[in-house]
């Protein structure tokens, strides 16, 4: 507060220097998120929401771990040990993740932690884009010419058996966030709306062996067509 400011004009100045704030937030040409101390998006500006082609609103909720891919866990394990201890640094994360459209691309997420001592920590994430990489081709009698990975493979073949987007999660070792943004991105990529039309899409592209059960991802049931160990 200035001296001779009243504190409702003092209130003034703060919301709008907040708004400005946002504003600047927006505006920034920097994907930038700001996340709780456990990794789910509390907001991310139009920059970072345009790496996956949504709305900033989407990706809110959404766990980061889940957005992202990292070469190991040790640089993950000394964030979360830093949260946790309350160390105030910035923290390089080499990333790589999966744009819209079904590139592959690749940089380095920088964490900071922000928060004084009195309010609860917020991580603050910037996703410097250093490049893409080019599609790996296709291996002989792969499952699917559009480029489905392994662990989209998998997540179909377990929605088609009927597991619920929990059990997928705890099968595969992603979060139930990870295996529905999996899920969306397979959706806004086929072009299909629901669950019944993702797996029926699978099985005519090939994604999914036909006359298997367990439901397996095509190159899985060319190997074993036998049943499965639940």
Same mark, same amino acid.
């Given at each position: 507060?200035?001296?001779?400011?009243?504190?409702?004009? /003092?209130?003034?100045?703060?919301?709008?220097?907040?708004?400005?704030?946002?504003?600047?937030?927006?505006?920034?040409?920097?994907?930038?998120? *700001?996340?709780?101390?456990?990794?789910?998006?509390?907001?991310?500006?139009?920059?970072?929401?345009?790496?996956?082609?949504? *709305?900033?609103?989407? %990706?809110?909720?959404?766990?980061? %771990?889940?957005?992202?891919?990292?070469?190991?866990?040790?640089?993950?394990? @000394?964030?979360?040990?830093?949260?946790?201890?309350?160390?105030?640094?910035?923290?390089?994360?080499?990333?790589?993740?999966?744009?819209?459209?079904?590139?592959?691309?690749?940089?380095?997420?920088?964490?900071?932690?922000?928060? !004084?001592?009195?309010? =609860?920590?917020?991580?603050?994430?910037?996703?410097?884009?250093?490049?893409?990489?080019?599609? @790996?081709?296709?291996?002989? !009698? =792969? @499952?699917?010419?559009?480029? $489905?990975?392994? =662990?989209?493979?998998?997540?179909?073949? *377990?929605?088609?058996?009927?597991? $619920?987007?929990?059990?997928?999660?705890?099968?595969?070792?992603?979060?139930?966030?990870?295996?529905?943004?999996?899920?969306?991105?397979?959706?806004?990529? /086929? !072009?299909?709306?629901?669950?019944? =039309? *993702?797996?029926?899409? @699978?099985?005519?592209?090939?994604?999914?062996?036909? !006359?298997?059960?367990?439901?397996?991802?095509?190159?899985?049931?060319?190997?074993? $067509?036998?049943?499965?160990?639940?």
């Amino acid at each position: 507060m200035t001296h001779g400011q009243t504190p409702m004009e /003092w209130d003034g100045d703060a919301v709008a220097w907040r708004n400005r704030a946002f504003l600047l937030f927006d505006r920034l040409p920097v994907p930038i998120a *700001l996340c709780s101390p456990d990794g789910g998006v509390l907001m991310a500006n139009p920059a970072m929401a345009a790496e996956w082609g949504v *709305l900033p609103g989407r %990706l809110r909720g959404h766990s980061a %771990l889940a957005l992202f891919r990292t070469p190991g866990t040790g640089q993950l394990h @000394a964030v979360a040990d830093a949260v946790r201890h309350g160390r105030r640094s910035r923290y390089p994360v080499e990333v790589s993740w999966s744009a819209a459209g079904g590139a592959e691309r690749y940089g380095e997420l920088t964490i900071d932690l922000l928060g !004084g001592p009195e309010s =609860a920590p917020v991580l603050l994430l910037a996703l410097r884009v250093r490049g893409e990489r080019a599609p @790996a081709p296709p291996a002989t !009698g =792969a @499952a699917d010419a559009g480029g $489905t990975s392994t =662990a989209e493979a998998r997540i179909l073949a *377990l929605v088609a058996g009927g597991s $619920t987007t929990a059990q997928i999660a705890r099968t595969v070792g992603l979060t139930v966030d990870g295996v529905t943004y999996h899920l969306g991105r397979l959706s806004r990529r /086929w !072009g299909v709306g629901n669950r019944a =039309a *993702l797996v029926a899409h @699978a099985y005519v592209t090939g994604v999914l062996a036909p !006359g298997v059960w367990p439901p397996a991802p095509a190159e899985d049931g060319r190997r074993d $067509t036998g049943p499965r160990p639940a």
